[in-house]
Nanobody, 115 residues
């Protein structure tokens, strides 16, 4: 399974960005799709996850500002990020878990929030 992320970049505080992650390959059946992030000197942390039925889970620091969604037909997950703060600056990684518990990670996309 290959995961290709897009949508990162530089944005001013209070701005918005939308990340996308498309999964491709064969012989997989994705159950969970999600986003994690890692800032310099910090551990990788949960941003948001969504299971195939639509149930979502968010990290406390992004609740009310970020929204995760997915298109099962396209094996794609999205992260709409609003009201961005400088502390949201990090490399954002896409992660998927299939029905057999196998995990796959994307290469990461940089999000920088700065004026």
């Amino acid at each position: 399974v290959q995961l290709v992320e897009s949508g990162g970049g530089l944005v001013q505080p209070g701005g918005s960005l939308r990340l996308s992650c498309a999964a491709s390959g064969s012989g997989f059946n994705i159950y969970v799709m999600g986003w994690y992030r890692q800032a310099p000197g910090n551990q990788r942390e949960l941003v948001a996850t969504i299971v195939s039925g639509g149930r979502t889970n968010y990290g406390d620091s992004v609740k009310g500002r970020f929204t995760i969604s997915r298109d099962n037909a396209k094996n794609t997950v999205y992260l709409q990020m609003n009201s961005l703060k400088p502390e949201d600056t990090a490399v954002y990684y896409c992660k998927t878990v299939d029905l057999w518990g196998r995990e796959y990670w994307g290469q990461g996309t940089q999000v920088t929030v700065s004026s």
